[in-house]
């Protein structure tokens, strides 16, 4: 069965360095994957989509990257800061529908 | 102002009873889904629609019910026939039938005693 996993322990981090979070994922075979950004108490925020012909995608301080023969997908935030602080979610397109699949997420906390 | 909103954000209720919970979009979106959301286990579908007047079963439709009679409105019924219906549910839209960009609401957090 399709599967998603990121990482479920809390990644912490100090102010001014890379996050790196992971994204992986089996039997899957996705033309796109994205990354939301969830606040606790409050609703994924969209944040990057990457296609599968796509090696890497940046915007801003945040760069993606896409390897589709790992199956896995990087996320990285450059010169982190305590605002950054949130859990970090992949999703996938889950069939023809117009459907995503979300992983559990991976808690990033930033401290000064 | 562009959105999706959610109302209630926190919502009581007694077992046996059922709620429905509102979500209206003004992003002119054709597709709008619910998620259900409890800790450590991510998003899970519940039912999606792609367009007026038709939806379909998520992954954990039993126990919800939904309808969808105009464009911008997909109310979500939470029976007493769903066995642990204390949760975060989330609405969110996208443009027609390519799921780029879910846009969420702010959720309503639902419990029931």
């Known amino acids: 069965s399709q599967k998603i996993e990121q990482n479920s322990e809390a990644l912490n981090i100090q102010e001014g360095k890379t996050a790196t979070l992971t994204c992986n994922y089996t039997?899957?075979?996705?033309?796109?994957l994205q990354w939301y950004r969830q606040d606790p108490g409050r609703g994924p925020v969209f944040l990057l989509l990457i296609r599968e012909n796509e090696k890497e995608k940046r915007k801003e301080r945040l760069k993606v990257t896409f390897d589709t023969t790992l199956k896995q997908s990087l996320f990285h935030i450059t010169a982190s800061q305590p605002a950054d602080s949130a859990t970090y979610l992949c999703?996938?397109?889950?069939?023809?529908?117009?459907?995503?699949?979300f992983g559990t997420g991976t808690r990033l906390q930033v401290t000064l | 102002d562009g959105g999706i909103t959610q109302s209630p954000k926190y919502l009581f209720r007694k077992e046996g009873q059922n709620v429905t919970l509102s979500c209206e979009q003004n992003l002119n979106h054709d597709a709008m889904y619910w998620y259900r959301q409890d800790p450590g286990q991510g998003l899970r579908l519940i039912y999606y629609s792609q367009i007026v007047n038709d939806f379909q079963k998520g992954d954990i439709a039993e126990g919800y019910s939904v309808s969808r009679e105009k464009k911008e409105s997909f109310p979500l019924t939470v029976t007493s026939a769903q066995k642990n219906p204390t949760a975060f549910y989330l609405c969110?839209?996208?443009?027609?039938?390519?799921?780029?960009?879910?846009?969420f609401g702010p959720g309503t957090r639902l419990t029931v005693t």
């Open positions: 999703a996938l397109p889950a069939g023809t529908a117009s459907k995503l699949t």
């Open positions: 969110a839209s996208s443009t027609s039938n390519r799921a780029y960009e879910q846009y």
């Open positions: 039997n899957y075979s996705p033309a796109y």
